[in-house]
């Protein structure tokens, strides 16, 4: 059952598109709309705005769209109905009397199933059994209070202990397995960490999704091992610790690898320090990032190889989310966690203090083994390497300085530097201009929203724009229904046009909110874009004309070609049905 259209009015109402998208964006007012970096795909200039007036967002870069449950749903990776709760919470409306809504239940079942397992684990930690484990923690240097706030516990080196506690707290074996806790092998079933010190995973509003386990056998396969994916855990839109450091009133996030890292920086007082869950930054964590509100990022990884390649990879990301980053230097120790231990909190306040900025770090990289005093052949490297990535700087002021200063290093005139960098910027603008290309003339490229639309390239045009004049004169249906006797060509604008006859004809609001039920959050991008595209011709009578005849003569050829291949007997016979037909 749908929920009430006088609800989703008020909740629509209740919850300003603009205010909601600036508890996550930085918007800046442009004339009647606003505009900022899409927080749904890396950009370096804005192509994201909202639109009071109508209460709707879209990316002209990515094609994200819809109205502020829409908004919701994306940014919060939340279904339908949660996005809903969300925004009723929001603004303090109590909800209508709830639906069947199996998604929603499953998710809250999932988190049910973690916090249960997560007790145990903790639980388990602080008994004998759990001894391994507790020698472990503390032998890290982690005190009694640090544990308890993380929920930090331990999987018994068992393949069944869990297992059976659960099912003895109501959990059926398929649960267990579909929330990352069991696994089947071969008709097994065993408990998937086994001898480990357990680290729950939050999401931002406290609920457990996920685990990471530390082993404790030397032997073990994996020194650290993840939840599988689930409903409710995605490991690359995720970040450990997130829920504490969101809080924090530091003006930037600590960037680290791993959980141990980030728990050593909270207990000594840095408690802005999060994880990207052992692996480097991904596009989806920098735009979470981003939506935080902090000013900048500190990266502090590993000192070793693998750490500074994620170093650079996270400067990368995070400048195309919008976000500016600086590098600890650590020396004499391999990560945060080490370094705490042997120079204290505050030598490491101290690194904070001295890190450098990103260009600064990756120009310093590219010199390293260079000797740009006494060789040639060197400075020659140096600035064959230097100047590609000047080029890569967008803010023309920071890309002149830094000419210079590598003018300096090289000890060659800053007008050479400048005009190798303005050459290399003209080859990438020329490169970008051929991959672009490529990209659009691939065969890959196909809507996968609409996939029918290259073939029928022109009648799917023109549905689109009896979709907005429909949605904007939902008062001329039965004009529209009488003159187009081909009807819709394509799957997905025939369901945006039945959704919008069935709400016309129960007498429902026709705006974007009510889109949200049928549509995924993709889907509702293409609807917001379609709305956006013809609505110069939302009100033109003779264009809507144009748009149905498009229609009906499609209909009509498809009819002839019909005909062309029946035989006789079956030609007379689709005669008498249209002649029945008419009259």
């Known amino acids: 059952m749908a929920l009430p259209d006088g609800f989703l009015r008020e909740l629509r109402d209740n919850n300003d598109m603009v205010s909601v998208a600036q508890s996550y964006v930085e918007l800046k007012r442009a004339g009647s709309t606003y505009s900022c970096r899409c927080p749904f795909h890396s950009e370096r200039t804005p192509s994201f705005h909202v639109y009071p007036d109508t209460q709707s967002y879209f990316c002209f870069g990515c094609g994200a769209g819809g109205d502020v449950v829409t908004f919701i749903r994306q940014i919060e990776n939340l279904d339908y109905m949660e996005a809903v709760r969300f925004l009723a919470q929001r603004a303090g409306m109590a909800m209508p009397e709830d639906r069947d809504d ?76 579909s929330a990352a806790l069991l696994v089947r092998n071969n008709n097994r079933v065993y408990d998937k960490f086994r001898h480990r010190v357990m680290f729950p995973i939050f999401d931002t509003r406290g609920n457990i ?77 920098a735009r979470l990032i981003g939506r935080m509100g902090k000013s900048e990022v500190i990266l502090s990884y590993d000192s070793d190889g693998p750490g500074q390649k994620a170093a650079s990879r996270g400067i ?47 120009l310093g990289k590219l010199s390293n083994g260079l000797d740009l005093v006494n060789r040639d052949e060197d400075r020659s490297a140096y600035l064959k390497k230097a100047v590609v990535f000047l080029a890569q700087i967008q803010n023309p002021l920071d890309r002149d300085v830094y000419i210079s200063r590598t003018a300096e290093t090289a000890r060659i005139p800053a007008e050479t530097v400048r005009f190798a960098v303005n050459t290399e910027i003209n080859r990438q603008k020329k490169r970008d201009k051929r991959d672009e290309f490529r990209n659009l003339v691939s065969p890959r490229n196909t809507d996968k929203i609409n996939p029918q639309s290259a073939k029928l390239p022109r009648e799917e045009k023109a549905e689109r724009g009896i979709l907005c004049f429909l949605y904007n004169n939902p008062d001329k249906l039965e004009h529209i229904e009488k003159s187009l006797t081909g009807g819709f060509v394509t799957e997905f604008n025939r369901r ?74 079956e030609l007379l016979a689709f005669a008498q049905k249209q002649k029945e037909k008419k009259s």
């Open 102 to 177: 199996g998604s929603a239940r499953w998710r809250q079942r999932l988190y049910e199933i973690n916090r249960t397992a997560g007790r145990y684990f903790h639980e388990t930690l602080f008994s004998p059994e759990g001894k391994a484990g507790w020698d472990y923690i503390t032998g890290r240097g982690l005190t009694e209070h640090t544990i308890k706030r993380f929920g930090i516990g331990y999987a018994p080196d068992d393949y069944h202990k869990l297992h059976y506690y659960m099912k003895s707290k109501g959990f059926s074996e398929d649960e267990l397995a």
């Open 209 to 285: 999704i996920a685990f990471g386990g530390r082993a404790l056998a030397a032997d073990a396969p994996a020194k650290y091992l993840n939840s599988d994916e689930t409903f409710v855990f995605q490991k690359r839109e995720t970040l450990f610790a997130l829920n504490y450091a969101k809080n924090s009133k530091a003006d930037y996030f600590i960037l680290c690898e791993g959980y141990m890292d980030v728990i050593a920086m909270h207990q000594a007082g840095f408690n802005s320090a999060v994880a990207t869950l052992g692996t480097a930054i991904t596009p989806s964590q």
């Open 316 to 362: 990368n990301l995070l400048t195309e989310a919008g976000v500016k980053a600086r590098v600890l230097n650590m020396t004499g120790a391999k990560d945060p966690d080490e370094f705490i231990r042997k120079y204290g909190a505050e030598a490491f306040a101290h690194l904070i203090e001295k890190s450098g900025g990103a260009i600064d770090y990756e």
């Open 496 to 569: 945006v046009f039945d959704n919008m006859k069935g709400r016309i004809s129960r007498g429902d609001t026709l705006d974007m909110t009510g889109f949200n039920e049928e549509f995924e959050s993709a889907e509702m991008g293409r609807i917001t874009g379609i709305l956006n595209d013809f609505a110069a011709f939302a009100h033109d009578i003779q264009a809507l004309g144009d748009y149905i005849k498009i229609l009906n003569d499609y209909s009509e050829s498809n009819k002839n070609m019909t005909a062309g291949a029946m035989s006789a007997d």
